[in-house]
């Protein structure tokens, strides 16, 4: 159990864990891209953002960053419904290879809602890869091309995630005590 001032934290998913599988994604990325095709890769701000930057050193291809602020949760443990897209996209997508990094995917109305954006733009391929996928909760069907891993229907928190923008510092996946 990790504490801090806010609440305690339970460990669900190890560091371990979430570094062995980054490495197995960066690979099946790595071989799911031809050898000089570059990719841009999209991280959707805020929770991915320890993801992406851990990703991106497992890719063995030439990569573009760019960000996109996407948001459905605001304070709250559920998302809204409603999508609030930053400053829109204002990066060059038009015949690149674009790889979507999300932190999770849970009802599925965020990322339905930029891949239909990124795709008026004409990219040559698209792709999604989200740290966690809970199915459970998904209104909206979406196609995620790279996993880390499946999770029940549970509220967490940590590696990027937040709660109230708490607890994105853990270096594991964590469950929140209340």
């Given at each position: 159990m990790f504490s801090m001032e806010k609440e305690p934290?339970?460990?669900?998913i190890s560091a371990e864990a979430i570094g062995r599988r980054i490495a197995e994604l960066g690979s099946a990325i790595t071989a799911?891209?031809?050898?000089?095709?570059?990719?841009v890769v999209v991280c959707v701000l805020k929770g991915?953002?320890?993801?992406?930057?851990?990703?991106v050193r497992h890719i063995g291809r030439?990569?573009?960053i760019e960000f996109l602020r996407a948001s459905?949760?605001?304070?709250?443990?559920?998302?809204s419904g409603e999508l609030s897209l930053g400053c829109g996209i204002d990066f060059e997508v038009a015949g690149c290879h674009v790889l979507v990094v999300e932190d999770i995917v849970d009802t599925g109305l965020t990322l339905s809602?930029?891949?239909e954006e990124l795709r008026m733009l004409a990219p040559a391929s698209l792709k999604i890869c989200a740290l966690l996928d809970?199915?459970?909760?998904r209104q909206v069907a979406v196609d995620i091309d790279y996993t880390g891993f499946t999770i029940p229907p549970l509220y967490v928190v940590g590696y990027g995630l937040d709660d109230a923008e708490m607890h994105r510092e853990l270096p594991f996946i964590g469950i929140p005590a209340r």
């Open positions: 934290v339970r460990e669900f799911g891209h031809a050898p000089a095709a570059e990719l991915p953002f320890i993801f992406a930057a851990d990703l030439p990569i573009r459905s949760y605001g304070s709250r443990r559920t998302s809602r930029i891949v809970k199915p459970s909760a």
